[in-house]
């Protein structure tokens, strides 16, 4: 059990601009609730006095936030459902707390795992958008003699996809240890530069991305998905196993590129996906992925941009016998295809025009539903079909606020539908932790398929 011992409303340092603050589409397309992750820190080499620790977080928040003062503000509906963002300086959120249980009680911090929750910021969605934190901050102290914390932070995705995210953290963390920061990591906030890029906006692909994925087939609506059990597993592969997956994947690819390491291990995912429900070989399936395209868009976007700078496609339509049957080249190739779709500035540019033209952003917007919470008319990527996140490229366990680099990262909350992140291991040898949510009834079939590779 956790107990909060101080909770800190923390603004600005300096002055900063007032006002609305603009918002592009790639912003408007994410789900606007939070993106909560964890650090684990265990470094009984370092004296970590909690209480000073706080104080120098809340101290070197206050100095962050004058750069990043878009997170002071608070988001509010506008026609269409879409978002504005005021820059009102109501401020971000720090929280101490204690827990009485020991870090080796927590087990390995499995995401939605009901004792987890205990050490993100409690998030209260039934108030109105303009009383919710756009960034807040949970340091627990575990009981015991040794220095083990927990720092959980939680951004509202419309303010930042995971590149800012880990920007961000990593600056703050920065200034905590006493550093400064250099002209180059200092945040760049103008999203002007990546919004519809004409007026009226002009619709040049097809954009399969925003149409309805595959329902199992008989079905006319993926309500009886939602509603099915799912639960969350974390599969750690080796170096060894992620190299021989993409040597798998590039089998008889004479592409240019070869198949890269979340590809191959994606196309593994979705594989043993369609393997463990059993469904009808005929069955058609697709992935959903998203893509960082700051480099992909002309003229690029800066490194530092603050913001989402996103990307999502799909893949063709396959049949589930096919991404059996075939080599795992098959199902690879399909994602890679996925990917280099939104890897040019036209398209980008094309996909922004077409959110810019919705009247409505429901439709389209991603959702995260939670379980008692069923739409029908979402795009749903449970069964038959995979959604997959690569989180392989974040900093994650460089991040250190002056007691050394984290000892467990990952996500505290996966969507409760079948989807598979692709993470970062501390061992930074190439080795990857799959965060999985995946349907009980078919849980132990995926897992018994993912081991055999």
């Not at 962050?64 to 026609?79: A, D, F, K, N, Q």
């Not at 400064?180 to 097809?206: C, I, K, N, Q």
Request: aromatic share 10%; with cysteine.
């Amino acid at each position: 059990m956790v107990s909060i011992k101080a909770s800190y409303v923390v603004t600005p340092k300096e002055e900063t601009p007032k006002g609305l603050f603009c918002l592009s589409e790639s912003d408007q397309l994410w789900r606007w609730s939070h993106t909560s992750t964890i650090y684990v820190y265990n470094n009984n080499n370092v004296n970590v006095n909690v209480n000073e620790l706080v104080q120098r977080m809340k101290e070197s928040l206050s100095q962050i936030l004058v750069h990043y003062y878009p997170l002071c503000g608070r988001l509010s509906w506008t026609e269409g459902g879409r978002l504005q963002m005021d820059c009102n300086t109501k401020g971000a959120i720090l929280l101490q707390a204690e827990s009485k249980k020991t870090i080796d009680e927590y087990g390995d911090f499995s995401p939605n795992d009901d004792a987890i929750k205990e050490l993100v910021p409690n998030i209260d969605y039934s108030q109105p958008i303009e009383d919710i934190p756009l960034f807040l901050a949970q340091v627990t102290k575990f009981h015991g003699d040794g220095n083990a914390i927990a720092i959980a932070t939680a951004i509202s995705h419309t303010m930042s996809d995971g590149a800012s995210r880990s920007h961000f953290i990593n600056s703050w963390a920065k200034l905590t240890r006493g550093d400064a920061l250099g002209p180059h990591e200092l945040p760049f906030l103008d999203r002007m530069v990546f919004t519809a890029s004409s007026l009226p906006p002009l619709r040049r692909f097809d954009h399969p991305e925003f149409k309805p994925p595959p329902l199992i087939l008989g079905r006319t609506d993926n309500i009886e998905e939602q509603k099915k059990k799912t639960r969350d597993v974390k599969l750690k592969l080796t170096a060894e196993q992620v190299q021989k997956l993409k040597q798998k994947a590039n089998i008889g690819d004479s592409e240019s590129r070869p198949v890269s390491r979340f590809e191959a291990v994606g196309a593994h995912i979705w594989r043993c996906a369609c393997m463990a429900r059993e469904l009808d070989k005929n069955q058609p399936t697709l992935a959903k992925t998203v893509v960082n395209v700051r480099n992909k868009v002309n003229p690029p976007l800066p490194k530092n941009y603050f913001g989402n700078a996103l990307a999502s496609t799909v893949t063709s339509t396959c049949c589930v016998g096919d991404i059996i049957s075939e080599p795992l080249s098959y199902g690879a190739k399909r994602i890679r295809e996925a990917v280099e779709r939104v890897s040019n500035d036209e398209y980008i540019r094309s996909q922004l025009d077409f959110v810019a033209q919705q009247q409505g952003m429901d439709k389209i917007r991603t959702q995260f539903l939670e379980k008692g919470e069923y739409k029908a008319n979402v795009s749903f990527y449970g069964n038959p079909n995979i959604m997959l996140v690569s989180w392989t490229s974040m900093p994650a366990y460089e991040i250190d606020f002056g007691w050394g680099k984290p000892d467990y990262f990952g996500p505290t909350v996966v969507s409760p539908f079948d989807i598979g992140i692709v993470g970062p291991s501390p061992e930074g040898d190439g080795s990857v932790v799959v965060f999985l949510c995946f349907q009980i009834e078919h849980m132990q079939s995926f897992i018994k398929h993912f081991w055999d590779i």
